[in-house]
């Protein structure tokens, strides 16, 4: 009798770990894959960030420098202007 129960409540602890190892698994697997997916769109948004930002900085500074170079040409067409004036008088 005694051994019988004991093979019996072994019997119920493994069928017990193999539930428990089941109901891990159903839950850990849904969880992992939310993690996961969620640390790559995270990773993805910050590099998309990056790289506007990079675009954003490079586009303002193409307008600065074709500011620039619009002032230069304006100051030397003003030059050349002011000394054919000069030659001319």
Known sequence: MTQ???NLLAMSGGIVALIT???ALVIAV???YFVVVNVQKSKYQGAAEKANKIISDAENEAKRITKEA???AKE???KLRSEVDAEIR
């Open 4 to 6: 019988q129960l004991f």
């Open 21 to 23: 190892a089941i109901v």
């Open 30 to 32: 849904p969880v992992t």
């Open 70 to 72: 619009e002032m230069e």
């Open 76 to 78: 030397d067409a003003h």
